[in-house]
């Protein structure tokens, strides 16, 4: 099989941002950024989704972490589609649940080449931290758009922001972990359409 890896930049006057991803790899991560919190949630999506990732991040925080957290976003995003390269043979479909305490996420993905974000979350807190929590979404939404794949996030409960945060980034990674798996029964793409 042919290794499903991807090495990507990019620099701009806000961010600097060195991503590589092996999808197929054993849950190593070497993720340094500087908005910690994002770290700690590359860390754990990294760990169950079974990838290898490495990320360098350094942006502009001394204004806020919305721009570096976009920039991995899209990186991570566009490694995931190039590493995925015709998606022939892949299950194509992922969806975990994941409790963290009290709270309880769900993540379900379609890697469809068709991008679209659905999230229903209501975190009770605005900031994690000094991570500002609608950048959940945003780097979610930068994600989703990049590796064209159709993304349904669902916080069922919970009233520890962290927790639920935490749920979604480990039940991203699982379902991804799902998706992009190799199934032997698919001949070609998984689409009656012939292409993703």
């Known amino acids: 099989m042919t290794e499903r890896k991807a090495s990507l930049k990019r620099k701009t006057n806000e961010t600097n941002i060195a991503l590589a991803l092996n999808i ?82 769900q993540v379900t993905v379609d890697l469809s080449n068709r991008p679209h974000l659905v999230m229903n979350a209501e975190f009770p807190a605005e900031r994690v931290g000094n991570f500002d929590v609608e950048l959940v979404h945003e780097f979610l939404w930068k994600l989703a758009i990049e590796a064209r794949m159709n993304l349904h996030v669902n916080v069922h409960y919970g009233f520890n922001t962290h927790h639920m945060i935490e749920a979604v980034f480990k039940a991203l990674g699982r379902a991804l972990d799902e998706a992009t798996q190799i199934d032997p029964r698919v001949k070609g793409v998984p689409s009656t359409k012939g292409m993703l």
Do not use: C, W
């Open 24 to 105: 197929d790899g054993e849950g190593k991560s070497d993720i340094k950024t500087d908005v910690p919190f994002m770290t700690h949630m590359l860390d754990l999506f990294t760990k169950h989704g079974h990838f290898d990732l490495t990320v360098e991040g350094r942006g502009d925080v001394d204004i806020d972490g919305h721009h570096t957290t976009e920039d991995i976003g899209i990186v991570l995003g566009q490694a995931l589609l190039e590493a995925l390269g015709d998606k022939k043979g892949i299950k194509r479909y992922g969806n975990a649940f994941v409790p963290m305490d009290e709270a309880l996420a």
